[in-house]
């Protein structure tokens, strides 16, 4: 069988909204989806049989639950279950292992754009090898799509974009292939940002003002940049990708560009030593402050 898409349910809101992007996904990908609910125990406490008795029926509710809304909205997916027992994160890092992507749900702040990322999510996102996509709470199918011409949300119109965040100092063929890839299955257009600061005059040497003109400057990027992108122009001909230089911090330029995108695609360097999980500055920043959905693609 294929990788599945694999997301991770508890009955909330933002899992079952996470549940129904990750169907949407699957279909796109043609990938079965697995649903995962991973439940705790404390290994100090010892084992009580009525206490895991109960966990395990409330496990199973959990995914009939989500299982059956599923079927009622995406019934050509192809839907398996599992439960998995430890501590959340882990276990949901451990099925990432063997999925196509992982699919989480966080909480939407309430009046404010962005997501209340909680310590599981975090903690997944932090230590996954595979992509990690973050859906809010109420994200429907209609807010991947452009509105219809009356103005009204609509399944039947073109996908935003897809916006990909990219460093032309050190391009990452794992985050750009996601992108390119989630913009062909979409029929989308890919926005490629790229930001940069200029160097501040302290840290100039004698003659080096001249060099650092702000057009010039941002010309020479846009030059890496369509470098960067030119082969995967070559390998996805059918997909239009545009891109943006911008001079400003990188999580503000990537926020900016992702306000009005169907998926925000940014990477997280795989840590050398698997004990000290991160995240990165701008991810951490993105995951916190836009509203679309956000892959989080780990890479070397």
Not at 58 to 65: D, F, G, I, Q, Y
Not at 135 to 155: K, L, M, N, T, Y
Request: proline share 6%; hydrophobic share 45%.
């Amino acid at each position: 069988m294929r990788a599945p898409v694999v997301a991770g349910v508890d009955g909330s809101a933002e899992s079952l909204s996470a549940a129904a992007w990750a169907a949407r996904e699957a279909l796109r990908r043609e990938r079965p989806l697995r649903l995962v609910h991973a439940w705790n125990w404390q290994p100090r406490q010892g084992r009580d049989e009525a206490t895991d008795t109960a966990r395990r029926s409330r496990a199973e509710r959990v995914l009939r639950e989500a299982e059956e809304q599923l079927h009622d909205h995406y019934p050509d997916v192809r839907l398996f279950e599992e439960q998995i027992e430890g501590p959340v994160a882990p276990a949901l890092v451990k099925a990432a292992e063997r999925a196509e992507l992982l699919v989480l749900g966080s909480r939407g702040l309430s009046g404010f754009t962005g997501f209340l990322v909680g310590s599981v999510a975090l903690g997944a996102v932090a230590k996954a090898t595979r992509p990690v996509v973050l859906v809010r709470a109420g994200e429907e199918a209609e807010d991947e799509r452009f509105p219809a011409d009356s103005g009204q949300s609509s399944a039947r119109t073109g996908y935003r974009d897809v916006v990909l965040g990219i460093d032309v100092g050190d391009p990452c063929e794992e985050v750009i292939q996601f992108a390119f890839e989630a913009a062909r299955l979409r029929r989308a257009r890919l926005r490629a940002v790229h930001a940069w600061n200029g160097p501040s005059p302290v840290g100039l040497g004698a003659g080096d003002i001249g060099l650092v003109s702000g057009p010039e400057r941002a010309e020479e990027w846009r030059g890496f940049l369509s470098a960067v992108l030119q082969p995967w122009r070559d390998k996805y001909p059918d997909v239009e990708a545009v891109q943006s230089v911008v001079a400003d911090r990188a999580s503000n330029a990537v926020v900016r560009a992702a306000s009005s995108a169907s998926l925000l695609v940014v990477g997280r360097r795989l840590a050398e030593r698997p004990t000290v999980p991160r995240t990165g500055p701008v991810t951490h920043a993105v995951i916190h402050h836009v509203g679309c959905p956000v892959a989080v693609v780990p890479h070397q």
